[in-house]
């Protein structure tokens, strides 16, 4: 019973959070219902200790999806993995309720920590594609990590992370001062190339008002020194 519900569970969990999705039957086709089957089994075998069969029936569903997720780390309800190829989930992590995981996602550890080393993911979050969540700290309910962020440190719930480290930008749905963004979740990289284009516009006017300059200060060199355009003359037998 506790399998069909599970099944019952994946499958009410992807038609919702899925738009492209239009029967039951297609969900069974889905790398997120086929590795969360391979996961909940998995985690069972590893908390009675079966360490080798959990990873075993881990690994499978890896080589099936894409997706690796650790035996050891701690789901919840509603976990959706949208696409979901090269997601990795390491064995301390610990996932809440209704989390969103896109594609190319990290939670893993920094390389330095023993004992619990793998990131705490509260109720609600959305961590969007290519993400990499990297140390045993906590990211707060209701929070979204941006695509491509590097997030190292503590993020407070209902808050917006973005960049390489990532930085906390919004903070219940208010910007937070010296940063003008009006979408859930901005672009950085967009960002950093406005700023590249704006300072590479200020040093082509520079540039051109140095050349006004000299060619300002030549022409009054000349109308100053007119004995020299006569020497130049001599020397050419005019």
């Known amino acids: 019973m506790g399998l069909i519900r599970n099944i019952r569970e994946e499958i009410q969990i992807i038609k919702e959070r899925d738009p492209a999705i239009h029967s039951s039957l297609e969900v069974l086709l889905y790398p997120s219902f086929k590795v969360m089957m391979h996961y909940r089994i998995a985690h069972k075998l590893y908390l009675k200790k079966h360490f080798f069969l959990a990873r075993y029936i881990s690994q499978r569903g890896v080589r099936k999806t894409g997706i690796e997720i650790h035996p050891g780390a701690r789901i ?67 929070s979204k990590i941006g695509a491509g962020s590097v997030v190292l440190a503590e993020v407070p ?48 006017n520079r540039l051109l008002s140095m050349e006004q300059e000299l060619k300002r200060l030549r022409e009054q060199g000349e109308k100053r020194r007119p004995e020299d355009i006569t020497i130049e003359f001599r020397g050419q037998g005019i």
Request: proline letters at 5%.
């Open 76 to 142: 919840g309800k509603g976990l959706f993995i949208d696409h979901g190829n090269g997601v990795i989930i390491g064995e301390t992590a610990v996932i809440g309720d209704n989390v969103t995981i896109y594609q190319g996602v990290t939670l893993g550890g920094n390389g330095k920590e023993h004992g619990k080393r793998h990131p705490t993911v509260e109720d609600n979050v959305m961590i969007s594609a290519g993400a990499k969540v990297l140390g045993s700290f906590t990211i707060g309910a209701n």
């Open 157 to 204: 719930p209902d808050s917006t992370v973005v960049g390489v480290p990532g930085r906390v930008v919004k903070r219940n749905n208010q910007a937070l001062p010296r940063e003008d963004l009006d979408q859930a979740l901005p672009d950085p990289v967009r960002e950093d190339i406005s700023g590249l284009m704006k300072s590479n516009t200020e040093l082509t």
